[in-house]
């Protein structure tokens, strides 16, 4: 069986192209940022902490993994705390280019093995009404970076270097081996 190990549902839309059969688990884990950690090892280090966290519990299956960092010159983005934060993320990202990171982790009879995706992403430059507009309407204040690409921030990309689906948090294009696992 394949375990996803996540409770995001842009994660269970996106596997569902793969895997029409799964089940969810979701790991309890401290996901802070140790102390001196690059942030672009951040993902890696989560999602397999995620993993391996769902695979103690259920050792027959197959479990994957996700976590996604948007970082912008070497500092993590996180989900902002309050408005004011969420409004500061977009006033910083505007008219510049970022990184989101997606780590992957995939648990199974042949151990723990991960990777992590890059996508940059440039954001046209945003006036502060489409600001305050977005942080009003609560799109994005739940995610990495302050944004839902999926959702009315896909209008803020200028550009996409990389994967739209490892911007939404699952690079579903590198997990072809799911669907083997799942036969």
């Known amino acids: 069986m394949i375990v996803l190990a996540s409770a995001s549902p842009r994660r269970k ?5 793969l895997v029409p059969e799964f089940v969810v688990d979701v790991p309890d884990v401290d996901e802070t940022r140790l ?7 951040l993902a890696e280090r989560l999602a397999r902490l995620k993993a391996r ?4 519990r259920r050792p027959a299956d197959v ?11 070497g500092e993590e983005l996180g989900k902002p705390r309050d408005p004011e934060e969420h409004r ?3 006033r910083r990202l505007s008219g510049r280019s970022h990184t989101v990171s997606t780590g992957v982790a995939i648990a199974g009879r042949d151990g723990l093995r991960s990777f992590v995706d890059r996508t940059i992403v440039d954001f046209r430059p945003l006036d502060e009404d489409e600001i305050a507009r977005y942080v ?16 009315g921030a896909i209008g803020f990309a200028r550009n996409l270097h990389g994967s739209l689906a490892t911007v939404v948090g699952f690079p579903v294009h590198l ?6 696992e799942s036969q």
Request: proline residues 4%; hydrophobic residues 40%; aromatic residues 4%.
């Open 13 to 17: 839309e996106l596997l569902r192209l």
């Open 175 to 180: 997990l072809g081996c799911l669907r083997a």
């Open 88 to 90: 500061q993320f977009l």
């Open 53 to 56: 966290t769902v695979a103690e």
């Open 136 to 151: 009003a309407e609560g799109d994005g204040g739940d995610k990495a970076g302050g944004y839902a690409i999926q959702g």
């Open 35 to 41: 102390p001196g950690e690059p942030v672009e090892e």
């Open 63 to 73: 479990v994957v993994a996700a976590d996604t960092v948007v970082h912008l010159d």
